[in-house]
């Protein structure tokens, strides 16, 4: 009895025009429906997770601190505020002890949380630097989420001089160094932990202006997939690749940055809210629904 509506529902659907004629039809439309589902569903998905999914880190990676780098500006300011909202610890970590304690005092005043900083200059390829970092960070507490957010941004003719031993050393050593000195550390906790690469989008396809930046964010996209697959299912390895973010680097390059570009500029804030929303569901997160947007249209251009 409780299924008669699925009879009256097949019922109906028989009556429809396509199923009076030829199998030739009937398969012609099976497949236009296959391949509309196909392309739709996904699409689908994707705006209802952006606008309904809201992760619940503390339920999956537990308590503990929040180590966020590049943590001083920008959008690694924009992750400290919005863990902190989650009630985490945050560790910032900076080259500018100006902007750490700025940003520390801003948290406290607004959150009930503990706040480290951390003075680092990530221009560097010292492992011993490194290592004594490492010790300053375990010294603090137990590392339940990692943001690798630091990074550096240029736009320049490849013949030009540019500092390319720095968008190696912060884009790409940074990340590195930091996270496999923290691996062991975070697979001895009892709960999971989260390490988040924040990428570009630059990186995600051939960009003509800046070959070095884009291909520095390039090996954080593969980084980050490689260690999705090794390090699960104990540690949560998570890839954002937003778009532009008006931020001071942005602001360096804006000569370089086009029309079409500039209407998809998104806030620090916006990126940190929207990419944590989805951290336990995604392993490849595209900034914001924005970014998602103006990355189609430049792959639908491309094709």
């Known amino acids: 009895m409780q ?88 560790i910032i970590i900076g080259r500018t002890q100006d902007k750490l304690d700025q940003t520390k005092q801003l948290i406290q005043q607004e959150y009930k949380v503990q706040m480290e900083t951390i003075q680092f200059d990530f221009d560097t390829n010292s492992e011993t630097s490194y290592k004594e970092l490492y010790q300053k960070i375990i010294r603090i507490g137990e590392i339940a989420i990692l943001i690798n957010n630091v990074g550096t941004f240029e736009m320049h003719p490849f013949e030009q001089e540019q500092k390319t031993t720095t968008l190696i050393n912060v884009n790409i050593n940074a990340c590195t160094y930091l996270s496999q000195m923290l691996v062991p550390h975070m697979k001895q906790r009892n709960k999971k932990s989260l390490i988040l690469f924040v990428g570009s989008e630059t990186g995600e396809r051939p960009h003509s202006g800046c070959a070095i930046q884009s291909s520095t964010k390039a090996y954080i996209g593969n980084l980050a997939r490689s260690l999705a697959l090794e390090l699960s299912p104990k ?25 079409k570009t500039r209407l998809f500029i998104c806030t620090p804030s916006e990126v940190a809210q929207q990419s944590l929303r989805k951290v336990t569901i995604q392993t490849h997160i595209i900034g914001t629904w924005k970014h998602g947007l103006l990355q189609y249209l430049q792959n639908k251009q491309k094709n």
Not at 31 to 48: C, D, E, H, M, N
Not at 252 to 258: L, R
């Open 3 to 90: 299924f008669q509506w699925v009879s009256k529902y097949i019922d109906k659907v028989k009556t429809l025009r396509i199923f009076q004629s030829g199998i030739p039809q009937k398969l012609i439309w099976l497949y236009g429906t296959y391949r509309f589902a196909q392309t739709i569903l996904p699409k689908v998905q994707s705006i209802a997770v952006h606008l309904l999914w809201n992760s619940n880190l503390r339920r999956q990676y537990g308590n503990g601190w929040a180590l966020v780098t590049g943590g001083g500006d920008g959008l690694g300011k924009a992750y400290a505020i919005e863990l902190a909202k989650m009630g985490y610890n945050i």
């Open 235 to 259: 540690i949560d390895v998570r890839l954002v690749t937003p778009g532009p973010i008006s931020t001071g680097l942005l602001e360096q390059n804006k000569e370089y940055v086009n029309f």
